[in-house]
């Protein structure tokens, strides 16, 4: 099993900045990815942001050059450092882990951290 603990979120104003944090602790060998998911209320559960093991990188269209995924391997987690924010980023963001094992991918997921985007 693989634990996650999220922090880092609050409310800022839009323009404003938030970095969030996830910390795996627990079987964190042969973890592959991880990343950042978000939900907005009433929609669906949305990637925002992946980093693999090796450094390479993935975010949505909407965050681009805005988001910046990074990961400590040493220290098993990964950081999402948000810029130039918009009420539209507002939404319970999720950490997500993925491992393989044994041929088998398996997903973790963090409790969520609100960040809430004021106008």
């Known amino acids: 099993q693989v634990q996650l603990v999220e922090s880092g979120g609050g409310l800022v104003q839009a323009g404003g900045s938030l970095k969030l944090s996830c910390a795996a602790s627990g079987s964190t060998f042969s973890i592959v990815a991880m990343g950042w998911y978000r939900q907005a209320p009433g929609k669906q559960r949305e990637l925002v942001a992946v980093?693999?093991?090796?450094?390479?990188?993935n975010y949505a269209d909407s965050v681009k050059g805005r988001f910046t995924i990074s990961r400590d391997n040493a220290k098993n987690t990964v950081y999402l450092e948000m810029s130039s924010l918009k009420p539209e980023d507002t939404a319970v963001y999720y950490c997500n882990t993925e491992r393989v094992l044994g041929g088998i991918f398996y997903d973790y997921w963090g409790q969520g951290t609100q960040v809430t985007v004021s106008s």
């Open positions: 980093i693999s093991s090796t450094g390479s990188t």
